[in-house]
């Protein structure tokens, strides 16, 4: 009997078998928000200004225009203050609060969200 015992590949580590998620946005399945980001900042900004493969890209939401995507209406904080662009507060009250307060909240108050945020919303 050989050193074959059909299992060719079975010693990889398992970064090997996982595809690297920071390549030009290659790898994920829907589109993010600071990919896309950077990819316009790219185009904005010219290749030495945008943000490399790896770097952290800060964002903020902006309002758009209705039917838009998240990872479109994402923008660099920087370019927001400087064009006076307004900020899509109201991504923030539902998605930053409302619903990890309702996750937070629902085991033990019934009727959550009607209790909270009847009489503010």
Do not use: W
Not at 18 to 25: L, T, V
Not at 44 to 55: A, H, K, L, T
Not at 69 to 81: A, G, T
């Amino acid at each position: 009997m050989g050193d074959d015992d059909g299992s060719e590949g079975a010693n990889r580590s398992e970064d090997e078998k996982k595809p690297d998620p920071k390549k030009d946005g290659k790898e994920y399945k829907s589109k993010q928000a600071h990919v896309e980001l950077a990819k316009k900042m790219k185009k904005r900004d010219g290749e030495g200004n945008s943000p490399g493969v790896g770097d952290r890209v800060a964002y903020v939401m902006v309002k758009g225009t209705k039917g838009s995507r998240n990872y479109e209406n994402s923008e660099d904080p920087k370019f927001v203050l400087d064009n006076d662009l307004e900020i899509d507060t109201n991504y923030y009250l539902e998605n930053q609060i409302k619903k990890p307060l309702i996750r937070i909240f629902s085991p033990i108050i019934e009727n959550c969200e009607k209790e909270l945020f009847s009489k503010i919303i």
